[in-house]
């Protein structure tokens, strides 16, 4: 199909919801309220890492109103993504700050709590772990049964007797020989700290389990409804088929809401209620202490190069400070094996990323999990490999990277359908007037009025990851009046997929936007199954399985016509809601007059109910050789770039970003206005993670910033002055109209770019975030003082 | 929430200072902005709620030529920024509103409130100050003024008595040409608390009140700092030696999660050089 000629895809109509949204009409699991329902809330512990010597729940069991009170003794079941690691109650011993030891349902939420409080535990506080090199030291174990402990085999690689989580390796070339004969060799650290989502909507579940079957039923905020129904499944031993989820309108997810929290309590507290409804709504404070994260992360990293910049070896070490148990951490860890170098092509290559265990909350996906991390480290990298080489940064990258028939780390060889790097690169450098660094003695003239102009780039790129098999599905149901209903497995969170896959199936069904419907309040008992809604894969995925549900669909209608008319199937054409011969295109049906078979007029009918029925699944893929970590992760790449020009308070270490500009090749656009809202949005994030969020502990784990009164989000006035969405198109050859995804990618990079602009303001190169006008202030004082 | 309390909201002074006296353990509500985030986090407890913004007095909020204003307790702090004559004659107190929290906050947070929550860094402490306001203080007593200045006694701690309910503040008036700028530092731009706040103030007779938020226990006053300038002539040099003279009055929280001391030092310096030069700058302020 010409791209010119496209009604739908590529334009930009409002999302679907939007009016709903606006008007307060859309409800969520926060808003409902069943008959006969119980509020649920948990005493968490206030320790990184004790005995629960006693438990005594006596007082509370006791108050009016109260209806079950669960310990660790009445959750005997372990939950696990990846590592089936975590209690649903802790039993024994505490590993983080912030974990449920104990949960009360009750009439309301006042007297849940004050339920709560009249719960007495006796702890005995136990040394804890709470840095990567006390991880790494392994005299204490966050899991003395890590050797026990079931896991993804062939994908992740916990250690012996350590904190190690998972281990995973690419080994590409020889590293060593390489960096011998390098004409430089560059070294260095850099860290980031663990960050929260900060969703509008915290984690909410309401479930009803059948006290006398297994049968349980939820409603919650989850991004991915059947691996709720999955992995719960597995922990409580029962049949998948006995889960239901439904999952209304979410409130944002980015990564936080992927995975299983809070449906298996709320369960377990229905159960121990005789079936009531119990909900359980994160307050913003458990959405902190006691809800999974993003790790921190250190990356000590070595790069060695030609004299005229050609990168000859590199070798990582990422450690990932990613909490009590594994959830999607390990994964998070995976992504920096195959991704975890940079969109560069690099001969000798060594990356370690170790996922470890420390006793403080657990991480887990946040939006382009893995990326944001190391590319804060791989980009920073690049710019100051390219100072020390004296070649424009912009050269230094254009020399290096990925494009057609170079190969990744992991052994792929890229084809002009993986999409270009660099046309991202130059695109953005354009935008930004992007001449190379500034001269000391430039800078020095700006210093004369206490604030200093400096302009930076960066580079991504990012694949989804998810396991080779992934899978998706859509069905289409058609009405009398040709209107059509489409169902997928994924969620709406509000990256506005549901909208993407309207204008998908009205493409291709060449029917008005207004007769496509894609159902909402997903329900796995009705809904076709998909994966997980993450990876940015949704509109790949789930637009390529929605793409055959509509030629499905159009096929049928086909064959109904074909003896309508008389004739050979080939003769027939779709158009305009009709199914018409090429040749006497005044024979034509329309979609109606076939939605439920075809009568004649003397009442005979053909056909039948048409439904649509399209699948996809990630073929081709592989898991990565535990040694090399060679094989094929990659559905399909997305590149990208970021250039940014900003200013800086030399006095205050104010930031204020004058221009953001990034570019992105996502192949096909199919709605423009909400990838450009993704991208604002995306870099808006992204802002957060370089300038002002990060959350901090004392030294023996407590979180010392549970709330936004001191983890600070970007707020309306941080916006930049101006933020461009570029958008580039190579198409991918199996992408839905050559589309790739983009949801995630705007926040990758972010912090790069900004420390790289930085660095040709100030002069100085910022190997740790948050860049808070604190950091920066202090040092330009230091920076100047020495 | 595990408080359980009654509510009661007065129309008269006198029943509100009665039931002060009859009921202890009781909270004063104004806004609610302070109190009831610490009532849900049960940081604080009470068995009483009382609602002060019927009582007429207290939604005073009047100019007296000669006298200055008077800010009723239940006047909120975005009806302080709107008030354009307030604008013109003290604009570090306008400003020191505008500054407060997030604009939501500010439709119910009042500026009595904010004094007598009496965080260090409350963003209207230090553009009273300044002005020499008076906290005007009821109780079955009756009513007593206290300056401003000996009003704070520590974090989140006044001389206010459990049965004493503040009913306002008074501002005395200015000449023209009085002029005033407020400056704080924060680590966003958006609603966020202050790391360090400055109000200085600059009288036709050029003479030059400075108050500090957010680097002490306490807003203070910088009396002795305003005689040593007092000797001095206000020039743009004397930005520099102000900075760095300025240090020497904080004290600034060694383990604050919010700014280590190093930067509040820095800025506290910075800020006040920066404000110093706008009230000189006869085009600022």
């Given at each position: 199909m010409d791209k010119r000629q496209y009604k739908y895809i590529g334009k930009s109509p409002d999302r679907s919801e939007a009016l709903e949204k606006v008007t307060g009409r859309a409800a969520y699991v926060h808003d409902m309220e069943l008959p006969g329902m119980l509020y649920a809330k948990a005493l968490h512990s206030p320790y990184a890492r004790a005995k629960i010597v006693s438990i005594d729940v006596s007082a509370a069991k006791a108050l009016p109103g109260v209806?079950?009170?669960?310990?660790?003794?009445?959750?005997?079941?372990?939950?696990?993504?990846?590592?089936?690691?975590?209690?649903?109650?802790?039993?024994?011993?505490?590993?983080?700050?912030?974990?449920?030891?104990?949960?009360?349902?009750?009439?309301?939420?006042?007297?849940?709590?004050?339920?709560?409080?009249?719960?007495?535990?006796?702890?005995?506080?136990?040394?804890?772990?709470?840095?990567?090199?006390?991880?790494?030291?392994?005299?204490?174990?966050?899991?003395?049964?890590?050797?026990?402990?079931?896991?993804?085999?062939?994908?992740?690689?916990?250690?012996?007797?350590?904190?190690?989580?998972?281990?995973?390796?690419?080994?590409?070339?020889?590293?060593?020989?390489?960096?011998?004969?390098?004409?430089?060799?560059?070294?260095?650290?850099?860290?980031?700290?663990?960050?929260?989502?900060?969703?509008?909507?915290?984690?909410?579940?309401?479930?009803?389990?059948?006290?006398?079957?297994?049968?349980?039923?939820?409603?919650?905020?989850?991004?991915?409804?059947?691996?709720?129904?999955?992995?719960?499944?597995?922990?409580?031993?029962?049949?998948?088929?006995?889960?239901?989820?439904?999952?209304?309108?979410?409130?944002?997810?980015?990564?936080?809401?992927?995975?299983?929290?809070?449906?298996?309590?709320?369960?377990?507290?229905?159960?121990?209620?005789?079936?009531?409804?119990?909900?359980?709504?994160?307050?913003?404070?458990?959405?902190?202490?006691?809800?999974?994260t993003r790790?921190?992360?250190?990356?000590?990293?070595?790069?060695?190069?030609?004299?005229?910049?050609?990168?000859?070896?590199?070798?990582?070490?990422?450690?990932?400070?990613?909490?009590?148990?594994?959830?999607?951490?390990?994964?998070?860890?995976?992504?920096?094996?195959?991704?975890?170098?940079?969109?560069?092509?690099?001969?000798?290559?060594?990356?370690?990323?170790?996922?470890?265990?420390?006793?403080?909350?657990?991480?887990?996906?946040?939006?382009?999990?893995?990326?944001?991390?190391?590319?804060w480290v791989i980009e920073r990298q690049m710019d100051m490999v390219a100072q020390k080489l004296g070649i424009d940064p912009y050269d230094f990258r254009m020399i290096n990277i990925l494009g057609p028939g170079k190969t990744t780390v992991s052994g792929e060889v890229i084809t002009e359908s993986t999409g270009s790097p660099s046309d991202c690169l130059k695109a953005v450098a354009r935008e930004i007037n992007w001449t190379g660094y500034q001269s000391e003695e430039e800078r020095e003239i700006q210093r004369k009025t206490g604030k200093v102009r400096g302009k930076g780039l960066a580079l991504l790129h990012k694949a989804p990851a998810m396991p080779a098999f992934t899978s998706t599905a859509s069905i289409i149901q058609i009405d009398g009046d040709g209107k059509v209903k489409v169902m997928i497995g994924a969620i709406d969170i509000g990256q506005g997929a549901n909208t993407a896959m309207r204008q998908i199936a009205a493409e291709v069904l060449d029917i008005p936007l207004e007769n496509v419907e894609v159902v909402w309040e997903s329900d796995t008992q009705k809904n076709p199954y998909d994966w997980q809604t993450v990876a940015s894969k949704l509109t790949f995925m789930g637009g390529n399985a929605v793409i055959k549900a509509a030629e499905d669909m159009i096929k049928q209608m086909k064959e109904?016509?074909?003896?309508?008319?008389?004739?050979?199937?080939?003769?027939?054409?779709?158009?305009?809601?009709?199914?018409?011969?090429?040749?006497?295109?005044?024979?034509?049906?329309?979609?109606?007059?076939?939605?439920?078979?075809?009568?004649?007029?003397?009442?005979?009918?053909?056909?039948?109910?048409?439904?649509?029925?399209?699948?996809?699944?990630?073929?081709?893929?592989?898991?990565?050789?535990?040694?090399?970590?060679?094989?094929?992760?990659?559905?399909?790449?997305?590149?990208?770039?970021?250039?940014?020009?900003?200013?800086?308070?030399?006095?205050?270490?104010?930031?204020?970003?004058?221009?953001?500009?990034?570019?992105?090749?996502?192949?096909?656009?199919?709605?423009?206005?909400?990838?450009?809202?993704?991208?604002?949005?995306?870099?808006?994030?992204?802002?957060?993670?370089?300038?002002?969020?990060?959350?901090?502990?004392?030294?023996?784990?407590?979180?010392?910033?549970?709330?936004?009164?001191?983890?600070?989000i970007p707020s309306a006035k941080d916006i930049p002055d101006e933020i461009v969405p570029i958008l580039i198109e190579n198409p991918q050859a199996d992408g839905p109209f050559g589309a790739r995804g983009v949801g995630e990618h705007p926040m990758i990079s972010v912090p790069s770019v900004i420390g790289n602009a930085l660095y040709d303001a100030l002069g100085i190169n910022f190997h740790k975030l948050p860049l808070n006008p604190e950091n920066i202030a202090l040092a330009i004082a230091a920076h100047h003082t020495s | 929430m595990l408080s359980k309390f009654d509510y009661y909201k007065p129309v008269s002074l006198e029943k509100a200072t009665e039931y002060l006296n009859e009921n202890s353990e009781t909270k004063i509500l104004a806004g609610g902005t302070d109190l009831l985030i610490s009532l849900q986090k049960n940081k604080e407890r009470c068995k009483h709620?009382?609602?002060?913004?019927?009582?007429?007095?207290?939604?005073?909020?009047?100019?007296?030529?000669?006298?200055?204003?008077?800010?009723?307790?239940?006047?909120?702090?975005?009806?302080?920024?709107?008030?354009?004559?307030?604008?013109?004659?003290?604009?570090?107190?306008?400003?020191?509103?505008?500054?407060?929290?997030?604009?939501?906050?500010?439709?119910?947070?009042?500026?009595?409130?904010?004094?007598?929550?009496?965080?260090?860094?409350?963003?209207?402490?230090?553009?009273?100050?300044?002005?020499?306001?008076?906290?005007?203080?009821?109780?079955?007593?009756?009513?007593?003024?206290?300056?401003?200045?000996?009003?704070?006694?520590?974090?989140?701690?006044?001389?206010?008595?459990?049965?004493?309910?503040?009913?306002?503040?008074?501002?005395?008036?200015?000449?023209?040409?009085?002029?005033?700028?407020?400056?704080?530092?924060?680590?966003?731009?958006?609603?966020?608390?202050?790391?360090?706040a400055i109000a200085l103030r600059i009288n036709p007779e050029n003479k030059l009140s400075i108050a500090l938020g957010a680097?002490?226990?306490?807003?203070?006053?910088?009396?002795?700092?305003?005689?040593?300038?007092a000797e001095r002539e206000l020039t743009p040099e004397l930005g520099d030696w102000l900075a760095a003279e300025i240090k020497t009055y904080i004290n600034p929280r060694r383990d604050s999660i919010r700014s280590s001391p190093e930067y509040r030092y820095l800025i506290t310096g910075v800020l006040a050089k920066r404000g110093l030069l706008k009230l000189i700058d006869k085009e600022g302020a």
């Open positions: 209806k079950a009170v669960l310990t660790g003794e009445d959750a005997p079941y372990l939950v696990g993504l990846y590592m089936i690691d975590k209690r649903i109650i802790a039993k024994d011993i505490v590993r983080y700050q912030g974990e449920v030891v104990a949960a009360v349902a009750a009439t309301d939420e006042r007297i849940a709590e004050e339920a709560v409080s009249l719960i007495k535990v006796e702890y005995e506080v136990l040394p804890s772990v709470q840095t990567i090199d006390e991880a790494l030291e392994a005299k204490i174990l966050v899991h003395e049964d890590i050797n026990d402990l079931e896991y993804m085999k062939g994908v992740f690689f916990p250690q012996k007797d350590s904190n190690i989580a998972s281990w995973n390796k690419t080994v590409r070339g020889d590293v060593e020989k390489a960096f011998e004969e390098s004409y430089l060799v560059v070294e260095n650290e850099m860290y980031l700290p663990a960050a929260a989502h900060t969703p509008l909507e915290t984690h909410a579940a309401i479930a009803e389990a059948d006290p006398y079957s297994d049968r349980i039923k939820i409603w919650s905020s989850a991004q991915s409804p059947f691996a709720v129904r999955q992995l719960m499944a597995k922990s409580f031993g029962i049949a998948e088929s006995d889960i239901q989820v439904i999952i209304p309108y979410v409130g944002g997810g980015f990564g936080g809401k992927a995975g299983i929290h809070l449906e298996p309590l709320s369960a377990l507290l229905s159960k121990a209620c005789k079936g009531r409804p119990v909900k359980y709504k994160a307050t913003r404070e458990e959405e902190f202490n006691q809800l999974p790790a921190a992360m250190r990356g000590r990293i070595k790069t060695g190069v030609t004299k005229d910049g050609k990168i000859t070896a590199m070798k990582v070490y990422y450690d990932w400070d990613s909490g009590a148990y594994a959830d999607y951490g390990v994964n998070v860890g995976k992504t920096a094996i195959y991704s975890g170098a940079g969109a560069y092509e690099i001969p000798n290559v060594e990356i370690h990323s170790r996922t470890l265990y420390t006793n403080k909350v657990f991480s887990t996906a946040y939006r382009g999990f893995g990326h944001l991390e190391t590319h109904v016509a074909a003896q309508v008319f008389r004739c050979d199937v080939s003769k027939l054409s779709h158009g305009d809601g009709y199914i018409y011969h090429v040749h006497h295109p005044h024979k034509k049906l329309s979609y109606g007059n076939l939605a439920r078979g075809y009568s004649y007029e003397n009442g005979n009918a053909i056909g039948g109910v048409i439904i649509g029925r399209g699948t996809y699944i990630a073929d081709g893929l592989t898991n990565l050789d535990k040694e090399t970590g060679e094989g094929l992760p990659a559905l399909v790449w997305t590149y990208g770039a970021h250039g940014v020009d900003l200013e800086v308070d030399l006095e205050t270490g104010d930031v204020h970003i004058l221009k953001i500009a990034s570019a992105f090749d996502l192949g096909q656009a199919i709605n423009k206005k909400m990838i450009e809202g993704q991208i604002m949005g995306g870099v808006l994030q992204g802002i957060g993670s370089a300038l002002s969020e990060g959350l901090k502990f004392n030294a023996e784990g407590k979180l010392l910033n549970p709330t936004f009164t001191d983890y600070k | 709620i009382l609602d002060i913004k019927a009582i007429p007095e207290l939604n005073r909020f009047t100019y007296t030529e000669g006298r200055g204003y008077f800010i009723g307790a239940a006047i909120t702090v975005n009806q302080i920024s709107e008030e354009k004559l307030l604008r013109e004659k003290y604009p570090a107190i306008s400003q020191g509103a505008d500054a407060l929290g997030s604009y939501q906050v500010r439709n119910r947070a009042t500026m009595v409130g904010n004094i007598c929550n009496a965080s260090p860094g409350a963003d209207l402490a230090a553009p009273l100050l300044v002005y020499d306001a008076k906290v005007h203080i009821a109780s079955s007593e009756g009513i007593r003024a206290t300056d401003l200045c000996d009003f704070f006694t520590g974090v989140k701690k006044t001389i206010l008595k459990p049965k004493d309910l503040v009913i306002g503040i008074s501002i005395p008036d200015v000449e023209r040409g009085d002029r005033s700028v407020y400056l704080r530092k924060s680590r966003i731009k958006g609603a966020d608390l202050c790391n360090v680097v002490s226990t306490i807003p203070m006053r910088l009396f002795e700092l305003e005689r040593k300038i």
